[in-house]
């Protein structure tokens, strides 16, 4: 069997696109004349439950060849730039080809955003023109270098909906109800709009798209009627400058304590986080939705009890936040050390894993997310003074 057709063994990887673009290319023996029939062919494969290797034989008629790392890491960037270009919606809830600028198609006119402001924390952090994030690159954890302006961006706004961020654009931050809710909000777009952008690659199911519709209609509604309120925000402050931003949302399965959160099955509750310095402090806003009080209330009050908010906040960051930037210097100084716990830590806390049933379906999705771990059993610091 070549290589790529292993991803046909797991049930979260989503083959369309990626094997379109072989096609197209001229990989792995795919071509326009026999796609078709190449297509058809995984088709007739047996359900996941039943497969065997031997079953893998039927594409022995199309002379297959395997592809090296460099073709895929090609066809990986074409596929995503697809799925990029396919994702770019305004997400304002009045966002319409009546409010939006548009183009002289009449197609709305989608503009790169910064989930983290260009000109205010960016700026803060950046040195030579770059800041430092961290990433899977040739699936291996790497710090990677990134020019300021195209740091955080994302296309989820157009010029015109995107204003709504000017409060925490222009204006210091004073912690006030739409301050917080627009953090919030930016939080959840996006790590959502991330989602999205992927989803043409990895398959979260069902009920992840369940979840970013509804927290989406709740955020929408408090848009359209001025309700900040919805948002409760815990505001921590740290006594120093540490070139660090941070902005996503994420749900946690355990509180500080190792409780289990219980869900709704309805709807994936979020947290929202936002890490971002001024001259002299840095601010740490914990968010959630007032409703989800009973599921959230209590992480502010642990991240106080236990006084050790630099390790609290250095796990959530680390277990389950993606758009993450700091200084170069900074980086190499103090985050580069952590650089393989960091992808222990997002295997253990990211992963899900499921099992397919006689019917192709996916049946049980389990993590390896261990109870205690934000309680840092690895004993990392990303604040390094």
Known sequence: ???????????????????????EYRKGGLNPTMYIEFMKTIQLLPSLYY??????????????????????????????KRGI?????????????????VDGSGKIIISAAHSIQNNGVLSKIVENGQVMSYTFDKVEFDGKPIG?????????????HDAMFRPIEVSLYTGTPEQNFLYAYRGFVVASHKKIEVSNRYNFGEQSNNDIVNNKKIFDNAIITNSFSVIETEIFELPAFYPIAVTSSFYLDFDFEGNPIPHSEDRMEDIFITLFPTQKKSYFLLSYFNQDRHLY???????????NLKSDITMLIAAHAENVYFNPTYYKTFIEQYETILELIMFHSQMDYATMDENNQMKVDFSFTP???????YEINFFGY
């Open 148 to 160: 300021k302006n195209h740091a955080s961006i994302f296309w989820g706004f157009c010029n015109t």
């Open 51 to 80: 497969r065997h290797e031997s079953d893998y034989k039927i594409f022995d008629k199309f002379n297959l060849t395997d592809i090296s790392e460099d073709e895929f890491q090609i066809i990986i960037k074409e596929v995503m």
């Open 297 to 307: 209330g209590n992480l502010g009050e642990q991240l106080r009890k236990r006084d």
């Open 1 to 23: 069997m070549v290589n790529y057709l292993l991803q046909l063994q797991n049930p979260q990887m989503v083959y369309t696109d990626f094997f379109e673009v072989m096609c």
């Open 85 to 101: 270009e396919k994702s770019k919606i305004c997400w304002h809830p009045n966002a319409d080809t009546s409010t939006c600028k």
């Open 371 to 377: 109870s205690n771990y934000l309680n840092n059993p």
